[in-house]
């Protein structure tokens, strides 16, 4: 919940103007509703593309304060973040609002960023594993392959969020690694090796690199980051990394 329409369109702005045109890599926005048509409009003519930060699994309806799938292709958004921990945790959203969330974003073409991650109490319990097993079935529950495919999936431990906290490099690997693994046994190997798995925690310019060569994370979803030209920093640490 920050950034008015215009402090939106300049960030971008600034984004495109530092990044240029040609990236090896995806950079994907997600401002708040109401600045995602001023974002469009102004990134069309850049690689950059735009996601939206929630979504209601309902096509219309008295759903009052909800924002549908449909509206939000209409507009143009490519990517919907689904159940970050914000969403879960101060919301209330469980694992079966997830799954419908994943359908029908899927169902209107867009890409899901699927969040899961461990609250610090579950990681002291050891119980990291059990809590992102699960969170993955439920909410890919009744998904095929091909559908499974076109999902982003994004660790983020809760007790690294805002916190200043990072999980090491290591202790982030781990974590993709298993994620991987489980999706090799729920689906395929094939599967496991063409989902994108990005890294969210307070990922910050200094602690970019060490994650981000680890095999198996591919990117970060950036949150406190995202909101200064320490965003342009991590893209200019992946350009680096991908020369």
Request: glycine letters at 8%; hydrophobic letters at 40%; aromatic letters at 8%.
């Amino acid at each position: 919940m920050n950034k008015t329409n215009i402090q939106a369109a300049e960030f971008v702005s600034k984004i495109i103007g530092s990044m240029g045109q040609e990236n090896k890599f995806e950079i994907i926005v997600c401002p708040p509703f109401t600045a995602i048509e001023k974002v469009i409009d102004i990134v069309r003519s850049s690689t950059i593309k735009v996601g939206a930060q929630n979504v209601f699994y309902e096509d219309k309806g008295a759903f009052t304060g909800e924002i549908s799938a449909e509206m939000l292709k209409s507009l143009g958004v490519n990517y919907v973040i689904i159940g970050h921990s914000e969403r879960r945790h101060i919301f209330g959203e469980c694992d079966e609002t997830i799954n419908k969330k994943i359908k029908k974003v899927l169902s209107f073409d867009m890409t899901p960023i699927l969040c899961v991650g461990e609250k610090l109490e579950e990681r002291e319990k050891d119980l990291t594993f059990n809590v992102i097993e699960r969170q993955i079935k439920e909410a890919l529950y009744g998904l095929t392959e091909e559908e499974v495919k076109k999902i982003v999936i994004a660790y983020e431990p809760v007790w690294a969020i805002g916190t200043g906290k990072v999980a090491t490099p290591n202790q982030a690997q781990e974590v993709h690694k298993f994620i991987r693994d489980l999706l090799k046994e729920i689906y395929s190997n094939q599967l496991s090796e063409c989902v994108t798995i990005l890294y969210g925690g307070s990922i910050k310019a200094n602690n970019y690199l060490g994650l981000f060569t680890k095999p198996d994370i591919d990117g970060g979803l950036v949150g406190g980051a995202s909101l200064t030209e320490e965003f342009i920093e991590l893209a200019k640490i992946m350009s680096e990394v991908l020369l």
